[in-house]
Nanobody, 124 residues
C-alpha cells in the first residue's frame, strides 16, 4: 500500500508560479513511477506529467510542456511539480499518483495509488 499526500496548492495570479509536493509512504518510493494529473470543474481528470522511478525520464502533456517541470527526491520520498507561467486554464485540483511500471504513464487508469488532491487556482 502507498499513501500519497499533496501540498503546495493555492491562489496565484496569471504568470505566477507554484510548486506542488507529493509525499509518499508505504511501498519503497524509489520503485514507483509517479505522475501528476488534474481535474478542472466539469471536466475529466487529465494527465499532466510523469517521471520514471529513477527520475531519468519524464513526459509532459502538450498543454504544460515548457512551463511545468516534474522532479523527484527519492531520499525524501517526494515528487514535485514546478509550475511556471501559470494560466487561468491551469486552474484545477491536482492529483499525485503512483504506479509500479512506467508504461502507459499518461493513462490514469493504469495508476495504482492516488492522493486526495490539492487545489490550484489561477486568477486572470
Amino acid at each position: 500500500q502507498v499513501h500519497l499526500v499533496e501540498s503546495g496548492g493555492g491562489l496565484v495570479q496569471a504568470g505566477g508560479s507554484l510548486r506542488l509536493s507529493c509525499a509518499a509512504s508505504g511501498r519503497t518510493f524509489s520503485s514507483l513511477a509517479m505522475g501528476w494529473f488534474r481535474q478542472a470543474p466539469g471536466k475529466e481528470r487529465e494527465f499532466v506529467a510523469a517521471i520514471s522511478w529513477s527520475g531519468s525520464t519524464t513526459v509532459y502533456a502538450d498543454s504544460v510542456k515548457g512551463r511545468f517541470t516534474i522532479s523527484r527526491d527519492n531520499a525524501k520520498n517526494t515528487v514535485y511539480l514546478q509550475m511556471n507561467s501559470l494560466k487561468p486554464e491551469d486552474t484545477a485540483v491536482y492529483y499525485c499518483a503512483a504506479k509500479i511500471d512506467y508504461s502507459d504513464r499518461d493513462q490514469l487508469g493504469t495508476y495504482d495509488y492516488w492522493g486526495q488532491g490539492t487545489q490550484v487556482t489561477v486568477s486572470s
